[in-house]
């Protein structure tokens, strides 16, 4: 789990230009994010075909492990079981994984009258094309 926010803009300002940086989890799609008008480092969501990918490599390397540890150990043996149970957990955890990330995915952008539009966005904002609206920058007083 990133220990950014998760994103597909920046989460503090809305900025949409980014610097690329080095994800700091052990499995990332892409890199991690830094707004260049903020500076705030987040993370992109998962894309869809990550959760795919998982739900399809879980069978496979689970059945690839099955069949290894049966020819390697034996499939009836005390050791052989335990390492079948332990293959077992680990196949489940990343298919529960691919779904978990299938689900935030969809919940992340919902589709409405043909436009995408992330999950979350109010819905008083327009896309008609013109710039959005900037706050003024604070004023400064150096008294």
Do not use: H
């Not at 989890?25 to 705030?40: G, P, S, Y």
């Not at 043996?77 to 489940?92: M, Q, S």
């Not at 436009?115 to 109010?122: C, F, H, M, P, Y």
């Amino acid at each position: 789990m990133s220990k950014f926010p998760i994103s597909r803009v920046c989460p503090q300002c809305g900025g949409k230009e980014y610097s690329l940086r080095k994800p700091k989890t052990f499995v990332a799609f892409t890199a991690d994010r830094v707004c260049k008008a903020c500076l705030t480092r987040y993370s992109p969501p998962t894309p869809p075909w990550g959760g795919v990918m998982f739900l399809l490599a879980a069978p496979v390397l689970g059945l690839l492990g099955f069949v290894l540890i049966a020819l390697l150990v034996g499939p009836f043996t005390l050791l052989g079981l335990a390492c079948d149970g332990v293959l077992g957990l680990f196949v489940l955890a990343v298919f529960i994984g691919g779904i978990r990330i299938l689900i935030a995915s969809a919940n992340q952008v919902e589709l409405n009258g043909g436009q995408a539009r992330r999950a979350g966005d109010s819905e008083k904002k327009e896309n008609d094309g013109s710039p959005r609206a900037e706050k003024p920058p604070p004023s400064r007083s150096y008294l």
